[in-house]
């Protein structure tokens, strides 16, 4: 059964904190990606990787960095979280290709108090 | 680049029909079709490949305009199983990146 994990489900964090947010996947799949997801406004990419070291901006990196150092494990950093940041966050894998799917992880709810 | 999702929202009775559309400004390379439900991560249903390859779902359909670069989930015979909030991503480049719609939420009632 294929399986991506997050760390937590729910994380309450102050503002100005660093944040680490963990996906860990078990499917061996080159692609992993980072998702935000507010009402009304659907999924927004966050940033993606390709391959381990390998990272790329999605549509809202602003406030956010990554770290890919194993294939299975994908890191969203926060660097100085705020209020705006307060939102469900999702990861997900694929394996590269022409006809993929994406396997979603069960998202962490964060609150930036 | 976010593609445009309708309609927002569809209420219908186990068994009737539905249509939910999804439309892109750019000329795409594939569109994928998720479900999620309330509290569960996102599903993958099918995906349509630029040239009319189709993989997904048994139970539901779809169609893929490369023309208008627009997307059509057919839920036929709907089930309460149907509820949730289905979205489409696009793929542009055929770099395996997606964008998200903002979601179509269908509610299938008894």
């Known amino acids: 059964d294929v399986k991506v994990t997050q760390s937590s489900r729910y994380l309450v964090k102050r503002t100005g904190e660093k944040v680490f947010l963990e996906c860990v996947q078990d499917m061996d799949h080159e692609n992993m990606f980072w998702y935000r997801q507010d009402p009304g406004l659907g999924l927004r990419l966050i940033y993606f990787?390709?391959?381990?070291?390998?990272?790329e901006k999605g549509d809202i990196p602003e406030g956010y960095s990554v770290s890919r150092e194993k294939k299975e494990r994908f890191s969203l950093i926060l660097e100085s979280a705020s209020t705006n940041q307060t939102s469900m966050y999702l990861c997900?894998?694929?394996?590269?290709?022409?006809?993929?799917?994406?396997?979603f992880g069960p998202g962490t709810r964060l609150t930036v108090t | 680049q976010q593609p445009v999702q309708s309609p927002q929202a569809v209420i219908l009775r186990e068994g009737e029909d539905a249509v939910i559309n999804c439309s892109s400004s750019k000329a795409l390379y594939s569109v994928h079709w998720y479900r999620q439900k309330h509290g569960e991560a996102p599903v993958f249903l099918m995906i349509l490949l630029k040239g009319g390859e189709q993989k997904g779902h048994d139970k539901i359909s779809a169609s893929f305009n490369e023309k208008k670069q627009q997307s059509s989930l057919y839920l036929t015979a709907s089930q309460l199983s149907y509820s949730g909030t289905y979205f489409c991503?696009?793929?542009?480049?055929?770099?395996?990146?997606?964008?998200f719609g903002k979601g179509n939420q269908v509610v299938v009632i008894p």
């Open positions: 997900a894998s694929s394996r590269p290709g022409d006809v993929f799917e994406q396997y």
């Open positions: 990787s390709y391959d381990v070291k390998m990272k």
């Open positions: 991503g696009t793929e542009v480049y055929g770099n395996n990146r997606l964008a």
